[in-house]
């Protein structure tokens, strides 16, 4: 049996509780909460699985070293002390990623800039070759995370951000990160035992990630690839005996239907659903939720109306105003679940929510409250049995420190704890001054090794923090059946814009 090893899952602010509950369901042992990030161990069979089917993990890390380190100098020593022949064979290209909470170490490329020398350096010392970097497409992602003087390195076994599902063919203004969505349902506690709702579905994340959800079909089906299958000890007979395994898919005996009042979204969300195969599932049409009317059979709502952030509305109060109207007079018997982010907006909806929950969409601490429809009053909705509030959600609102304090709902996260992908691959700090020294620096540095050259004391070493050449990007390729079952799920072509530092990007 193969032995158990550290692991460490990414995933958004708020949803780090629903992730260690898959964990533990997944058979994961040692399962611990952190901030953003679940840790937990298992062996080869467990990391492969936590990318294929967790639905809300953004990253799947192995850690290969811990160690304390108080300045720059240390990093590059503790990193030079890892035998790297082990991680990187000759001719493979590698890429290191960072985070960084601490005083001492202030930019995060920096800190990559040193762990890439060092391994640089002891790889040409060892081999006579230096290895390259590639940012675009490497075949071994590193990633270093650094909070005050404590530092993990870690392998990246994901790749590309686990959020990035494939099915998405077309993209609407501000797309709901996929992540996100299924967070969003699996906290709800509907697990397909209903016909869902959204009826602001936008490009149709909400739905796609409910259907996997009621199926229990694996995120991971969509994807192409995975950072881990280019590692030297890649299973591939386990893999696919993993991609394979349709024993947990369940039969859904319910529906899913999806509207909005842009013919565009819809469109979209149709082609969509049509490459996740889920056609006979979900139902997309256009209506604006103005004249939604009560469904005939016990459903859900789940939404994510407009903010007024990155997408406006000519009459936002209104709009809330209409979605409370809605919910109190034709979605009676139900519960409805909406996410925003404004305290006026959640005023207009003008209902009692049963409990809030502190959610981060992307830089924008949300929140995602619940709304019990009943028809008639409150007091003999109670008195003929009727539960407003469960135990379980009388506990979480009674939680201290639940939300930050003097909270603002106009008020983001600050620089340095942006969610951005809630993934930490993507962190970045904006210090432009320091940006433009370093800049300068490397500048210098490169005049100096140029000017020793033409003198004959240039020995050949390596130019810290200099580029190092990096293998062309080899772009996507089509998607394979690893089933052999004939899958057709598209191409996975993601049509929207692709900013690698966007936290809003899904």
């Given at each position: ?5 550290e692991?460490?899952a ?5 949803l ?6 898959e ?15 679940v840790?937990?161990?298992?062996d ?15 990253r ?21 002390k890892i ?10 290209t ?6 960084v ?13 040193k762990?890439?020398?060092a ?28 909070a ?24 609407v ?25 959204d ?7 909400l ?21 881990f ?21 369940r ?25 996740a ?10 209506q ?14 789940i939404?994510n ?39 006026e ?38 008195s ?41 691959r ?5 210090h ?6 370093e ?46 079952k004939?899958?057709s ?16 990007e899904?």
């Open positions: 049996m193969e032995q158990n090893f692991l460490i990414k995933t958004f602010m708020g780090e509780p629903v992730l260690a509950k964990l533990t369901q997944l058979g994961a042992k040692d399962v611990k909460i952190g901030r953003r990030m840790s937990f161990t298992g080869k069979e467990m990391m492969y699985r936590a990318n294929f089917q967790l639905h809300t993990a953004i799947i890390l192995k850690p290969i070293s811990h160690f304390k380190a108080k300045s720059a100098d240390d990093v590059y020593e503790e990193i030079r035998d790297w022949t082990k991680y990187l064979e000759q001719d493979k590698f890429a290191v990623d960072a985070v909470f601490s005083e001492e170490f202030r930019h995060s490329k920096f800190v990559s800039y762990v890439k020398d391994i640089v350096d002891q790889l040409r010392e060892k081999t006579g070759k230096r290895p390259n970097i590639s940012v675009a497409n490497p075949d071994v992602r590193l990633n270093i995370h650094i005050e003087d404590q530092c993990t390195l870690s392998l990246d076994s994901s790749g590309e951000s686990l959020h990035r599902r494939g099915y998405r063919q077309e993209s203004e501000a797309p709901l990160n996929e992540v996100l969505a299924a967070g969003m349902i699996l906290l709800s506690g509907w697990n397909g035992e209903t016909d869902f709702i009826p602001m579905c936008g490009s149709g994340t739905l796609i990630e409910a259907a996997l959800i009621a199926k229990n079909m694996a995120p991971g089906l969509f994807r192409k690839e995975y950072a299958e280019k590692w030297p000890d890649f299973d591939a007979d386990l893999f696919d005996s993993i991609y394979n395994d349709e024993s947990q898919e039969e859904f005996k319910h529906h899913i239907y999806g509207y909005d009042i842009d013919m565009k979204a819809v469109n979209t969300a149709t082609l969509n659903v049509k490459a195969g889920l056609t006979n599932d979900i139902t997309v049409k256009q604006d939720f103005k004249d939604f009317t009560q469904p005939g059979e016990k459903s859900i709502i939404t109306p407009p903010y007024g952030e990155r997408i406006s509305t000519p009459d936002l109060l209104g709009t809330y105003k209409m979605i409370g109207e809605r919910l109190k007079h034709q979605f009676k018997g139900n519960d409805a679940w909406v996410l925003s982010y404004r305290e907006c959640f005023d207009q909806i003008g209902l009692k929510p049963s409990i809030k929950i502190p959610l981060y969409n992307g830089s924008l601490e949300c929140e995602f409250r619940k709304y019990q429809m009943f028809d008639g009053k409150l007091k003999d909705f109670r003929e049995g009727g539960v407003v509030k469960t135990e379980e959600e009388k506990r979480q609102m009674a939680e201290k420190h639940r939300f930050k304090k003097n909270r603002d709902f106009k008020q983001r996260l600050e620089e340095t704890e942006q969610n951005e992908e809630g993934d930490i993507s962190f970045t700090f904006h432009h001054k320091l940006e433009k020294e800049r300068k620096e490397r500048r210098d540095r490169r005049s100096n090794d140029e000017r020793d050259e033409r003198k004959g004391d240039y020995k050949g070493g390596a130019k810290k923090g200099g580029g190092y050449k990096g293998s062309p990007n080899r772009g996507g390729h089509e998607r394979f059946d690893r089933s052999g004939g899958r799920f598209g191409k996975g072509k993601d049509f929207g814009k692709k900013r690698r530092f966007d936290d809003d899904d």
